[in-house]
Structures are given as C-alpha cells and as structure tokens.
C-alpha cells in the first residue's frame, strides 16, 4: 500500500547520538506490522549503528552495492528483520565495511548510485526508510535529495534544539527542507512528535503501549498516515501487551 504523500523518508540525525538509528528501527516495525514492506536503508556509515539490530553475515553490505558491487541487484544486500508479526516485512540494507570501502562510498559517484539505490528500493517496498546522519557528506545529501520526506531527529535538550535551527539552514542551503521534527529522550519545544526511553530493546513497539503510541504519532508525523497499534493485533483492546 503507498500514499500520496510519498513513500521515501529520511530521518537525519540533527546531531550525532540522536538516536536516530533506534527510531528507524522503530517505525519501520511499526508500519510492518501495519501489513507494509518497508526498506530501511542505512546512510550512517561512520556509526553502522543499524548493522547491531541484525544477526548474520552481512555480505554485501550497502557500501559494496555502490562501489565495489554497484551493478548488482538491490537484494542481494537486503536483510529481513526478525518480526514477531506476520502482516508484513523490513528488509534492511546496513553498512558494514573497512574504512577504505566507507570512504569511497562517500565519494561523489558512489552518492549517485545510492540515489538509485533508493528509487530502486522504493520501487518494491511501500515505504523506504534512510538512516541519515547529520547533513555534512555526500551520502546525507543523496539520502535527503531523494526523499519524499525529511525528518530531524534531535534529542530534547538544549543542544538538540540549536541543532534542529542549525540543520534546517544546512537544508536549505542545498534547496531542500524539514517537513518534521522528532525528538528523543524527552519532549522537545519544536518537535512534532516525541519517542520516549524505553529499557525494552528494539523495536519496542512490538511490545510496549508507550512507545508503539509514540511510534505511532511519529508515522503521523513523518508520512501523514494513521496507524493504530491496538488494531494491529499486536495489543488488546486496552492496550495490554498480548503475549507471544
């Protein structure tokens, strides 16, 4: 299922350690669960923070499929993420590389292969998903550049909130902008929507009211859709985990 919206959303991590990668995680289960393919892509190349939520060989990774591998089909480097929910799927796609392949995929070309790497993906999957770091290199403006969506991720703190000022200029410097702000570990004055801590691993809102409420709002928020756990299956009808 698509909407007319858009179906490619990069979430960019308005300063590092936002916990972006977390909150990809868990949209992405969320809208999964919803009956949705979803494809995460991972454009944080320094952190390889997504390749942590998967187990098994990685080979090829994302980096490969736009250097060394770049005439091989999107597939062959996706993953399925483990979900307790039978309604859809999350492939992701992690970068998982030596430091000589990282640093040629950040190369001016290699960025222009990830956009097709994009498309590609938003071609077979109903929502695309970009684990984005801050805007500062060729990758984060090929990931924001083929978006539908953006959203800024900033933790709810002082220097979170001057981030998001920082990263909408940085935005509109090469002539894109924020549709949404997403905050994390508290309640930011200029988010629109809030994913609260949590001591239950990833994704959270397979399992826990709060945070699959808080997912919930962040969907609305980044694609303009409705998605109502309760109704998922996942919980009962007031709320209450069902177990598993």
Known sequence: MTDDIGDVAALVGATGGAGTTRLTVELGALLASDGRAVAILDAAFATQGLSDYLSGRIDPDLTALLTDEREAPLQEGLLEFPLDTDAGRMACLPAFAP????????????????????????????????????????????????????????????????????????????????????????????????????????????????????????????????LSPEETGLFGSIGEFVSR
């Open 99 to 226: 430091f000589e392949r990282l640093a040629r995929a950040k190369s001016p070309a290699a960025a222009q292969v990830f956009e097709s790497r994009i498309d590609a993906a938003a071609a077979a999957f109903d929502h695309v998903l970009v684990d984005t770091p801050p805007v500062a290199a060729n990758q984060s403006v090929a990931a924001v550049n083929a978006a539908d969506r953006i959203a800024l991720v900033a933790p709810a703190t002082t220097h979170g909130r001057d981030a998001v000022q920082r990263m909408d200029g940085r935005l509109a410097d090469i002539g894109v902008e924020a549709d949404a702000v997403v905050s994390t570990r508290g309640e930011l004055s200029v988010a629109d929507a809030t994913l609260p801590e949590t001591d239950i691993d990833a994704p959270a809102c397979l399992s826990e009211q709060p945070t699959a409420s808080a997912t919930a709002d962040v969907a609305a928020a980044v694609f303009d859709i409705a």
